[in-house]
């Protein structure tokens, strides 16, 4: 996503800040490339002397790194705006110049679902339909039983299906989490500054929130504090205690930059499609209403403040539930006559009732909001 800047008399100083932003942007986008083409060729390397040579290159190249997006220049300048009016208050400065740059954020590219159209289309060019893109239920259990051994499985299952956010997972405290209630409660995360890792406050205000857990989940997350006991006997006195639920063998904090490296790897080993970390979160949201929820109930799940952004975003909904909706919304009308599926018109006025609960559920409610 891009976003521009624009420029207005006696604003340059607070206007150049976001010019350098986007110039940063842009290379961090030309060092992502470069990294990924000597990764992409090291994986290609067929002799061990080739692929030392890759990984000593990357040694030597700047990690991957996130763009500064325009929801971060937006709240960017609304803190630096604030800032600068209490300087005003206090007769520090008579001028607000961030009052005069303006920041569009950019469209955000729509969730597709990996369809078997857009699976060969992939498969043919390389190229994906969107920069967003969700597995379908079959893929994501494609995925789930691939990795069933990895260490980082348990992650990798509650983000899945209970949308959970990278940062949220990986702050995730066992302290927060009552197996017993099936519950876990998102109090704190772990983000990155730069490649440093920091723990913070949830995203955003309804991001903390207690998110209800299924039995399956329930039993993964028993599955893994026994495992992560068996790590911590193991390493005994060496064993570092952050109280975290996910963590590296000996205790410390996972880095959230690294699970997503780590899961990136996963997926290209297998034959799925690509999808990033956190479009998994995206999955959960649709498995959520394939499943029968409405979307304030998964806006909750998600930790939105506005429903706005649950249904604009996160609701790239099956194919089956599109059509679903579709037989309901027909089926609202009801018809004196036989129809062509042999329905009188009694059978109409029940079925029209249960097709209206259907579309009701699915729900289109929309509030203002800003955040991803």
């Known amino acids: 996503m891009s976003s521009s800047v624009s420029l207005r008399p006696g604003s340059r100083k607070a206007a150049s800040l976001f010019a350098k932003i986007e110039e940063n942007n842009d290379e961090i986008v030309a060092a992502n490339a470069a ?21 000593a ?3 030597e190249m700047p990690p991957f790194r996130r763009t ?33 740059v303006e920041v569009e954020p950019g469209k955000r590219p729509k969730a597709l679902v990996w369809t078997a159209e857009r699976v060969e289309q992939w498969q043919r060019t390389g190229e994906k339909p969107s920069p967003v893109m969700v597995w379908t239920p079959e893929q994501t259990g494609e995925f789930l039983d691939l990795v069933h051994e990895d260490r980082l499985y348990g992650l990798y299952h509650l983000i899945a299906f209970r949308g959970l956010r990278r940062g949220e997972g990986c702050g995730l405290r066992w302290s927060d989490v009552d197996l017993d209630a099936k519950t876990a409660t998102v109090a704190t995360q772990l983000v990155l500054d730069g490649w440093d890792v920091e723990e913070g406050d949830p995203k955003t205000s309804s991001g903390a929130r207690v998110v209800a857990l299924d039995a399956e989940t329930v039993k993964v997350l028993r599955t893994h504090k026994a495992q992560q006991s068996a790590e911590r006997l193991e390493w005994g006195e060496a064993w570092i205690n952050t109280g975290r639920v996910f963590t590296e ?26 999808i990033r970390l956190h479009d998994l979160r995206h999955g959960a949201a649709t498995l959520a209403l394939a499943g029968g929820a ?19 975003i996160y609701t ?3 194919p089956e539930v599109a059509h ?5 919304a027909a089926k609202l009308v009801p018809r004196k006559s036989t129809g062509t599926d042999g329905h009188t018109s009694g059978t109409h006025e029940a079925q029209s ?14 509030d203002p909001g800003q955040e991803a």
């Open 35 to 55: 990294r990924r083409a000597v990764d992409d060729a090291r994986k290609q390397a067929t002799k061990r002397a080739e692929q030392r040579a890759f990984r």
């Open 57 to 59: 290159q990357l040694q």
């Open 68 to 100: 500064t997006g325009p929801a971060a220049q937006l709240k960017l300048r609304a803190t630096l705006r604030a800032a600068l009016n209490d300087a005003i208050a206090q007769q520090i400065i008579t001028f607000n110049p961030a009052a005069h």
């Open 249 to 274: 063998a000996n205790g410390t904090l996972l880095h959230p930059g690294k699970v997503s490296e780590a899961f990136e790897k996963n997926v290209r080993t297998s034959s799925l499609p690509p």
């Open 294 to 312: 409405d979307m304030k109930t998964v806006q909750e799940m998600l930790g939105h403040s506005s429903i706005t952004i649950t249904s604009d």
């Open 316 to 318: 790239s909904v099956l």
């Open 324 to 328: 679903r909706a579709a037989e309901a």
């Open 353 to 366: 009732s249960a097709a209206l609960q259907l579309v009701t559920n699915l729900g289109t409610k929309k």
